[in-house]
């Protein structure tokens, strides 16, 4: 079975810029997680989307937004870029939002900012 | 707030070496902790620990959860050097988002 794509796998953008990041959860999952990961730290949480619905957003500016697509394959969109943007972003995936059900992750999207 | 704080930041051992690495957590409501290993991009997922489950065991790794010291450990027995990597440490908190709370990881190296 596939596990979570994301695409592109690099990007490189310049200031101001506008990036679109595309995940595909596995298959069956109905949950979708976005998370930023600056070099040498851990994960921080941006967004989680469940059956469509946003159902919890981390502490990230409005140049932020996501969605969630009927087949539960999920957007990241991220405006006005800046250079602190630059990280790797993570989408995760999971059964639904209960005890016992794992978060699974993407290869990520190297986003450079120039 | 909330954190995570996992020691060492960093670990190098020879193979064949056993190593223990910690994770300690401050969250509102507790319901599971995590461990990923990290290699190059996808953290790929190692155990979950809940409160019905406070040890875990696969080959080599095992971990558990001591939900009074709020902690966790990860040990690796026979390390090989295949085993390098950032090991996460994530905390599932049940305060409404269903989002992680990771540590910044510990970068372990196991020479040949």
């Known amino acids: 079975d596939a596990g979570v794509t994301q695409s592109p796998t690099h990007l490189i953008k310049t200031r101001g810029q506008q990036v679109t990041l595309r995940c595909s959860p596995i298959s069956g999952h109905k949950s979708v997680s976005w998370y930023q990961q600056v070099l040498g730290q851990g994960p921080q949480f941006i967004f989680q989307y469940y059956e469509k619905e946003e159902r919890g957003r981390g502490n990230f500016p409005d140049r932020f937004s996501a969605r969630q697509f009927p087949n539960y394959s999920s957007e990241l969109n991220v405006n006005a870029l800046l250079l602190g943007d630059s990280a790797l972003y993570l989408c995760?995936?999971?059964?639904?939002?209960?005890?016992?059900?794992?978060?699974?992750f993407g290869d990520g999207t190297r986003l450079s900012i120039l | 707030e909330d954190k995570v704080v996992q020691s060492p930041l960093s670990l190098v051992v020879h193979e064949g070496d056993t190593v223990t690495l910690n994770c300690s957590y401050e969250v509102t409501n507790f319901r599971s902790l995590l461990w990923y290993k990290q290699e190059k991009k996808a953290p790929t997922f190692l155990f979950m620990l809940?409160?019905?489950?406070i040890e875990k065991k696969s080959g080599r790794l095992s971990s558990i959860l001591d939900k009074k010291e709020l902690s966790s450990i990860l040990n690796i027995t026979a390390t090989q050097t295949g085993d390098s990597a950032i090991y996460l440490c994530a905390v599932d908190d049940l305060s409404g988002t269903y989002k992680y709370i990771f540590g910044t990881g510990t970068r372990l190296k196991v020479l040949a």
């Open positions: 809940t409160s019905s489950g």
């Open positions: 995760a995936s999971s059964l639904g939002q209960g005890a016992g059900q794992p978060q699974h």
